[in-house]
């Protein structure tokens, strides 16, 4: 089994950062893609920013030239910086992985538990 477990989130000013990770753990699995979604209050959840294997990144408009996402392979960690914080930010983020079972054609698909990012003067 998949576990993602993200960490990071919290309450920051307008104009702030914040640094947000995600982990994957467990055995057996490779992961293929990872990535940051988003779900404010009263709104469907929405990808921030994904990362495939090859190192290719995609972010949503609205965060595009203020969040930088990265990932290390080697440690089935993804990462979400977050500058120039607006208040339309706020939101639960949650990590996604996507991959294969070891040795098989099995796929799976995890997400972490979420960390509420909040921002607000």
């Known amino acids: 089994q998949v576990q993602l477990v993200e960490s990071g989130g919290g309450l920051v000013q307008p104009g702030g950062s914040l640094r947000l990770s995600c982990a994957a753990s467990?055995?057996?699995?490779?992961?293929?893609?990872m990535g940051w979604y988003r779900q404010a209050p009263g709104k469907q959840r929405e990808l921030v920013a994904g990362l495939t294997s090859a190192g290719r990144t995609n972010y949503a408009d609205s965060v595009k030239g203020r969040f930088t996402a990265s990932r290390d392979n080697a440690k089935n960690t993804v990462y979400l910086q977050m500058n120039s914080l607006k208040p339309e930010d706020t939101a639960v983020y949650y990590c996604n992985a996507d991959g294969l079972y070891s040795g098989t054609w099995i796929p799976f698909q995890s997400w972490g538990q979420g960390t509420q990012v909040t921002v607000s003067s």
């Open positions: 467990g055995s057996g699995f490779s992961i293929n893609d």
